[in-house]
């Protein structure tokens, strides 16, 4: 296979690390940001998620506006912002201010995900949401920042951020019906593609410009061999595998906290052969494919691992295969 430049940007989700302080995570986002920058990324996203023990990242405005501060050119955006938590004026009067104060830096990825857990659920207030809620949100949300909303959301008259949504089948329904891009992983880059055909034959423009827009989310790691690259997916794949068995996301370790089962390491494998991984070469062929495939306009690349030093070099050769 040919490979080409994929247009390609990170996500990271603040992923903590057994034995270290939480907070630690949310200065290593920082930190990636701003080497981001440095490697010639375009875009950089954060997540949001709520009492995950290895995950750090609760408010995506916040460390948005703290790795905007930190850098100078980079956009920075949120890889979302999840509906059901937030009342819409809210969510657009905080992507307003980001974006008056970093002019054309601003990204506003929005997602209906709830809780993972019951008590989660329960602290949020958040227990019924489903797609007809979302689509409402999503519109009134699109009305607040372009200042047309009942009411208006400050500061008035500031461009409005590019809005994306995280989608599933039935999100890729709402962005069709608002025309708004989306992004999409899982099953939607790895298999049926009939919901991407649908959502770009059903697409609305809401401008005369605006035309469906697909980015796909990707685990990517990169690395000087293909064993190399394997060990360094495997502290994300442990994690998933603990969290099936004791109901909680877990932060990043060396090695498995579990003796695994041979069904444990099964489970392992599976996790394996969804994460994009090898050398840079590897890479570039299964993005090159992944893009082809579903005519995706961006890959946004949510790496992680335990060695902070390998993610740094993984980042690095994955610059190389941005435009």
């Known amino acids: ?14 992923r903590t690390r057994a034995g270290e302080p939480t907070a630690l995570a949310l200065h290593d986002t920082v930190e990636r940001a701003r080497r981001a920058e440095e490697l010639g990324f375009d875009r950089i996203w954060v997540a949001e998620h709520h009492a995950v023990p290895g995950i750090a990242s609760g408010s995506p405005p916040l460390l948005m506006a703290a ?8 956009r920075v955006g949120s890889g979302g912002v999840m509906l059901p938590n937030h009342r819409p004026i809210v969510v657009a009067e905080q992507a307003k201010m980001l974006a008056a104060l970093h002019p054309g830096r601003v990204d ?23 797609p007809d809620d979302f689509a409402g949100d ?7 920042l372009a200042d047309a909303g009942p009411v208006t959301a400050m500061p008035k008259g500031v461009p409005a951020p590019p809005l994306f949504v995280l989608a599933t089948g ?45 980015l796909v ?25 603990e969290s099936r068995t004791t109901g909680a996301f877990p932060p990043l370790r060396p090695e498995p906290a579990l003796r695994l089962t041979a069904r444990q390491q099964e489970q392992v494998e599976r996790h394996l052969d969804q994460v994009v991984h090898g050398t840079v070469t590897d890479v570039a062929e299964q993005l090159t494919a992944i893009v ?14 335990h060695d902070r030093a390998a993610l740094r070099d993984s980042d690095a050769a994955l610059a190389t295969l941005h435009p």
Do not use: K
């Open 170 to 214: 039935s999100g890729l329904a709402v962005a069709a019906r608002l025309g708004l891009p989306v992004v999409v992983g899982g099953p939607l880059v790895h298999g049926d593609l009939t919901p991407l055909a649908d959502y770009r034959a059903a697409f609305r423009p809401r401008h005369p410009d605006d035309a469906p827009r697909v």
């Open 138 to 144: 999503v519109s009134a949300l699109a009305d607040l």
């Open 67 to 74: 790795i905007a501060a930190r850098t100078e050119r980079i």
């Open 217 to 241: 989310s990707v685990d990517v790691l990169v690395a000087d061999a293909p064993a190399r690259a394997r060990d360094l997916v495997l502290p994300e794949a442990w994690a998933m595998v």
């Open 1 to 14: 296979m040919t490979t080409r430049p994929v247009p390609i940007s990170l996500l990271d989700r603040s």
């Open 292 to 305: 082809e495939r579903t005519a995706a306009a961006e890959v946004l690349a949510f790496s992680s691992t």
């Open 108 to 130: 506003l990825g929005v997602g209906r995900s709830l809780g993972f857990t019951a008590p989660v659920r329960d602290a949020l207030g958040v227990h019924d949401y489903g």
